[in-house]
């Protein structure tokens, strides 16, 4: 056993973000280089995060990942990568610097924990990578910028390249074989546009019928729609979605936001055979969020669904009475209201008529709810898990 100060530790917190422009398929599987450009909200930590420790010691003999209490395999390719570019980096430190530790050559530990489901449509991948590569690149002291470390996170997970910003971020898909220039940018941080709010509906807390890896391939290969999608549409809707946000106009935004969601579900079921990750539950999200904006007759809320039956609902600070008030009159027993936010809505007094059906469906399908809003990226923390 290794005495304490032979143990070399790093942690961090990194966010989950979801994208209003959807990043889906793949034009070289091997380096995650995607189809098409993409752009997401990273939301704030302080209620969806994965907190990751990354430990290294001549101790030990082989590398490991503990996810949630429970051993990983990390003989996959998409792990792999990102240790060797990691510890590929290391080296360069203690070349430079011969009195450097050789961290490098060290068996690697890192145990990692989510506090929201897993593999359930709540981008659990894009946390869980940005945070390995994050606390990696912290133990190693790697000089990196979030854009040079979101090449690396990239091979792990695509959309993880995103969470080691904050604020509203995108991802730029290249052109080089090689990936190099596949990395995330910033469009702007949370402080230029604090006031976005997201609520989730967990529609289902179980682990998707089909996984993103299998489905976007399945949809490049089969999908009628899918090249106009990447061709046209998404370059034309990133520029757009940039300028909403700098702008900070909400109608905009929304408009491309569920434009988009519903552009990237019609390639899924445009797909052969056809994918589903939409349920009657979201669908009903998805009729309740047109009914609030057509009683308060302007777009005042926008729903987008990833690979999963989720729905995540956007609006603005100004709005919640009438938008999270709402679905607090509908689902007001559910798991997440009884938190310091959901406390603090008040319960819609009046609710769009004619929504008996959708109510009925979001109250037997949504399992709990989730209030958050625009966060920030990655935090070092000295909360260690191991």
């Not at 300028?243 to 900070?248: G, T």
């Not at 689902?331 to 008040?346: F, I």
Request: one cysteine or more; a neutral charge.
């Amino acid at each position: 056993m290794a005495e304490q100060q032979d143990i070399h530790r790093a942690s961090t917190f990194a966010p989950v973000n979801i994208a209003v422009i959807k990043y889906w398929g793949k034009r070289d599987t091997k380096l995650n280089l995607p189809t098409n450009s993409s752009l997401s909200v990273t939301l704030s930590q302080d209620d969806l995060r994965t907190h990751t420790t990354a430990s290294c010691s001549l101790s030990f003999t082989k590398d490991t990942l503990t996810l949630n209490g429970e051993d990983q395999d990390i003989s996959g390719a998409r792990t792999q990568a990102c240790f060797k570019e990691l510890r590929k980096l290391r080296r360069s430190v203690e070349a430079e610097d011969t009195s450097a530790a050789k961290l490098s050559a060290m068996g690697l530990r890192i145990v990692s924990e989510n506090n929201f489901p897993t593999a359930a449509g709540l981008a659990s991948s894009a946390a869980g990578f940005a945070a390995l590569v994050r606390s990696i690149a912290n133990l190693y002291a790697l000089p990196s910028t979030p854009t040079e470390l979101s090449r690396i996170a990239r091979q792990g997970s695509g959309s993880a390249c995103r969470s080691l910003f904050g604020g509203y971020a995108g991802w730029h898909q290249g052109s080089q074989n090689d990936g190099s220039d596949s990395v995330a940018y910033e469009v702007a941080p949370a402080s230029h546009w604090p006031d976005m709010r997201a609520l989730i509906l967990v529609a289902s807390a179980e682990k998707k019928g089909v996984s993103s890896t299998a489905g976007m391939q399945q949809t490049v290969a089969t999908s009628a729609l899918f090249q106009r999608r990447v061709e046209v549409i998404v370059p034309e809707r990133m520029a757009a979605m940039e300028k909403a946000v700098k702008e900070k106009d909400f109608a905009a935004f929304a408009q491309l936001t569920t434009r988009d969601s519903n552009s990237f579900h019609a390639c899924c079921a445009d797909t052969d055979p056809p994918i589903f990750y939409m349920n009657d539950t979201s669908r009903a999200a998805v009729r309740m969020c047109e009914a609030i904006n057509a009683q308060a007759g302007s777009t005042i809320c926008a729903y987008t669904f990833d690979a999963g039956p989720n729905a995540v609902i956007y609006y603005l600070a100004a709005n919640e009475a009438t938008v999270a008030g709402t679905f607090k009159a509908l689902l007001g027993t559910k798991t997440g209201w009884e938190s310091e936010k959901g406390k603090a809505v008040e319960a819609a007094q009046e609710v769009p008529q004619g929504m008996e059906v959708a109510a009925e469906l979001l109250d037997k399908g949504v399992s709990r709810i989730i209030l958050t809003g625009v966060g920030d990226g990655p935090r070092r923390t000295d909360e260690h898990l191991c």
